[in-house]
């Protein structure tokens, strides 16, 4: 079997075959710090994440590289409105970004680049273009030659000039070209700023990623990564960029994930229903904002909605539970049973499946129903009078196996039995001394948690739901 990816370069999937065999070079853009990161940002950490864990799963040696933008209008305008040192300001986003993706499951990369921290390679990569006539200074500014480089347009699959005619040159900009874009921006009174052959200055957006993915992963990476909206003009200023300077392929696969709605509507500052991750993680567990954005295929567009997240817990609890009863099955299960291999066989199957799945452009969504095919084949299995421990112990590895590629845990907030004793405990004494609220508070949590009580004339009893 082989993995497929579609490529938004040529529009359609192709079989993955990387520069260097049982390696994968991969580059993800990262967020700009000025800001708690939105659900918008968290979908492609999710979903790269993702990739990045089958990819490792299924035998490769995985570079994976993701950026900061710690410098740019945003983050001064914001450190200005809150009278804080630019660097102080991203240097505390990006603490808080480390927590939150954490929280999100996502492990970190093996680089995370800053563009403050890289700035003579960036000064470098612009002297080159220039070098080879492919940007001009202009009083301070350095732009890209964008009709110099005949491919512009090959990403976003727009010709250049359709793009022409829809381009403008804004007031106080010294282009030669309206498509032309900035390498290197000439410092305003205030800004930060570093020094540079064409003046006092930092760079322009696009360029940050050409430089740190050459830098950190060579002049052909296998593949490139963003949301959706980063195809144009980002990924395709970074291609142009890329392929003059070293006349190579800037990336043999992009891949892009949707966008995210909020109760159908497109998420937006302007709407007012701008989410932050920061937010919904203190009210829900992250792990089942994670489980919900891996529900829907990475490249189509999902909606967020309270009511959707819910579900998700729902169903996410339902896979946890399934598990839970294994663990405790196993412990009661001492025999072998003659059908064994009967089970061990359909097991097998359902990894196949998970397989073949995530082989076809990563497709969570179905890999998850696999998942709960394993459930629901492991509680019929639990309806048998007999049961094998290597039978039980082949769904709980299969379990862990899938929700480690996923990246989501199986047992957070699942209670240990002494845990669920002292709080039934705590629940007589409440009910003995006419403390019915706190009775009530502890039996709601313990519901919660899929413990379900039954008062009974010898004592309180209870089990997993």
């Known amino acids: ?50 990739v990045r864990r089958y990819l490792e799963f299924r035998g490769y040696e995985v570079k994976y590289v993701s950026n900061f933008t710690d410098v740019d209008d945003r983050i001064i305008k914001a450190a200005n409105e809150n009278n804080e040192d630019v660097f102080s300001l991203a240097d505390r986003f990006i603490r808080a970004y480390f927590e939150d993706i954490a929280a ?34 202009s009083d301070g500014d350095v732009y890209f030659r964008t009709k110099k480089f005949q491919e512009y347009g090959k990403l976003s699959h727009q010709s250049i000039d359709d793009l022409r ?57 296998d593949i490139h990564a963003g949301g959706q909206d980063l195809t144009f003009p980002h990924h395709e200023n970074e291609i142009a960029q890329s392929e003059s300077l070293t006349g190579k392929p800037f990336a043999n696969y992009w891949m892009h994930n949707g966008y ?27 792990n089942v904002l994670r489980f919900f954005m891996l529900s829907v295929h990475y490249r189509h567009p999902i909606n967020y909605s309270e009511e959707l997240l819910n579900n998700a817990k729902s169903a996410l609890e339902r896979l946890q539970t399934s598990y839970q009863n ?9 025999n072998l049973v003659e059908d064994d291999q009967k089970w061990l066989d ?51 590895e299969t379990f862990e196996q899938f929700f480690n590629v996923l990246g989501l845990e199986l047992t957070k907030d699942q209670l240990l039995d002494e845990e669920i004793e002292q709080l039934i405990t705590k629940r007589n004494e409440a009910r003995k001394n006419r403390d019915f609220h706190t009775a009530d508070q502890i039996r709601d949590q313990l519901k919660e948690m899929n413990i379900v009580l039954e008062d009974t004339p010898q004592g309180t009893r209870w089990k997993r739901s």
């Open 346 to 396: 359909q097991i097998a199957n359902f990894h196949n499946q998970f397989i073949e799945e995530m082989d076809d452009d990563f497709n969570t969504a179905n890999a998850i129903s696999v998942l709960f095919e394993v459930s629901k084949l492991a509680n019929y299995y639990l309806m048998e009078k007999n049961t094998s421990p290597v039978v039980i112990r082949k769904f709980l």
């Open 326 to 334: 294994l663990k405790h099955r196993l412990e009661a299960s001492t």
């Open 165 to 221: 005619l829809g381009a403008r040159i804004e007031v106080g900009e010294k282009k030669q070209d309206p498509l032309d874009f900035a390498l290197w921006k000439a410092a305003k009174p205030g800004e930060v700023y570093w020094e540079s052959p064409w003046g006092k200055g930092r760079p322009g957006w696009h360029i940050e990623c050409s430089a740190m993915a050459r830098e950190y992963l060579g002049d052909t990476i």
């Open 104 to 137: 999100l499951g996502c492990l970190k990369a093996a680089h995370h680049p800053r563009v403050t921290e890289n700035m003579d390679i960036i000064i470098h990569f612009i002297k080159g273009l220039i070098d080879k006539d492919f940007a001009y200074e």
């Open 1 to 50: 079997m082989s993995i497929r990816i579609y490529n938004t370069l040529t529009q359609k999937k192709e079989v993955f075959k990387p520069i260097e065999e049982g390696k994968v070079k991969m580059y993800v853009c990262g967020p700009t710090v000025y800001n708690y990161i939105h659900i918008g940002n968290a979908r492609p950490a999710i979903v790269f994440d993702t």
């Open 260 to 286: 995210i709605n909020i109760d159908n509507e497109k998420m937006s500052k302007s709407l007012g229903n701008f989410v932050l991750v920061h937010d919904i993680i203190t009210q829900h567990d992250p």
